[in-house]
């Protein structure tokens, strides 16, 4: 699984400057979760990417939901598509470099 190797291997991180902490992935397979967290609604096959960022003190923490990174995938995502390593890992760099302040889009 992709998404695996890139939470077991973060040295892509570093080249984009995101190497100074060891980062946090999960996954699961439960449709009702990802409706929960805004990928829904989930009646069909496909990939919920949702990641959690947290301001530098800690107090505010930010939620970026996504089911469709690229053009491809919105256009096949009924017919059981699979994202490229490189478009997760493009994603998550273009998030993980999105600042979060303080009292912005508290959960």
């Not at 096959?45 to 970026?64: A, E, Y």
């Not at 690229?70 to 490189?86: I, P, Q, Y």
């Not at 997760?88 to 979060?100: G, S």
Request: aromatic fraction near 10%; hydrophobic fraction near 35%; charge should be positive.
């Amino acid at each position: 699984m992709t998404y695996q190797r890139l939470a077991a291997e973060q040295s892509w991180m570093r080249t984009a400057g995101f190497g100074n902490k060891k980062w946090t992935f999960a996954w699961s397979h439960d449709k009702k979760l990802a409706n929960l967290m805004g990928c829904g609604p989930a009646v069909w096959d496909h990939m919920c990417l949702i990641m959690w960022k947290t301001s530098p003190s800690g107090k505010t923490t930010f939620q970026k939901p996504a089911t469709r990174l690229t053009v491809e995938a919105h256009r096949k995502m009924h017919d059981g598509f699979r994202h490229k390593t490189d478009d997760i890992k493009a994603h998550l760099l273009r998030i993980m470099d999105i600042p979060v302040k303080d009292g912005h889009n508290e959960l």
